[in-house]
T-cell receptor, first 114, second 110 residues
Framework: DAGVIQSPRHEVTEMGQEVTLRCKPI?????LFWYRQTMMRGLELLIY??????IDDSGMPEDRFSAKMPNASFSTLKIQPSEPRDSAVYFC???WGQGARTQYFGPGTRLTVL | SQQGEEDPQALSIQEGENATMNCSYK?????LQWYRQNSGRGLVHLIL?????REKHSGRLRVTLDTSKKSSSLLITASRAADTASYFC??????????FGTGTLLAVQP
């Protein structure tokens, strides 16, 4: 299996621009998680989906962030408009089954907002 | 909010020595997991210990769990330079999500 796939791997954009991050989970996994990692705040869970349905979005920082999972093999995290404080590494992870299972992480997208 | 707090924040040892990292958490859990993150990479799962287990081994890794103290430790024996990475504990409760700790940065000097 190819593992969790994220694109792009690096994104540099200017403040105010829209940013879309993409994730393809491992085939057969039914939960998908979006995380943000910074030096200051560590690894934060932004949102997670189960069977394509958003279950917990309490970590989404504000209305500028939105996430979708239109089908079992694709999810997006969108930031509009982007701000310099959004600069971070964004990880997608997936897992199989119910409960707190092992999560498989993608390589991450390093976002820099100038 | 992060539930797991790890100690120490950073650890530097010589190759061949053992490395011990500790994790404390605040609420009841179903399981506790340890992950490794190499610089610039995603996290990789190492081991999972259930709340009714006290100790688990996997290769050079040994994990203990004390639910009465709400703490866990990860021991890496006979460390190698390739073990240099950040190590995170993550607690799992009744839902699908994990809460990650702050991490321990381990440097193994050759």
């Amino acid at each position: 299996d190819a593992g969790v796939i994220q694109s792009p791997r690096h994104e540099v954009t200017e403040m105010g621009q829209e940013v879309t991050l993409r994730c393809k989970p491992i085939s057969g996994h039914n939960s998908l998680f979006w995380y943000r990692q910074t030096m200051m705040r560590g690894l934060e869970l932004l949102i997670y989906f189960n069977n394509n349905v958003p279950i917990d979005d309490s970590g989404m920082p504000e209305d500028r962030f939105s996430a979708k999972m239109p089908n079992a093999s694709f999810s997006t995290l969108k930031i509009q408009p982007s701000e310099p404080r959004d600069s971070a590494v964004y990880f997608c992870a997936s897992s199989w089954g119910q409960g707190a299972r092992t999560q498989y992480f993608g390589p991450g997208t390093r976002l820099t907002v100038l | 909010s992060q539930q797991g707090e790890e100690d120490p924040q950073a650890l530097s040892i010589q190759e061949g020595e053992n490395a011990t990292m500790n994790c404390s958490y605040k609420t009841s859990i179903n399981n506790l997991q340890w992950y490794r993150q190499n610089s610039g990479r995603g996290l990789v799962h190492l081991i999972l210990i259930r709340s009714n287990e006290r100790e688990k081994h996997s290769g050079r890794l040994r994990v203990t769990l004390d639910t009465s103290k709400k703490s866990s430790s990860l021991l890496i024996t006979a460390s190698r330079a390739a073990d240099t990475a950040s190590y995170f504990c993550a607690t799992g409760g009744a839902t699908n999500k994990l809460i990650f700790g702050t991490g321990t940065l381990l440097a193994v000097q050759p």
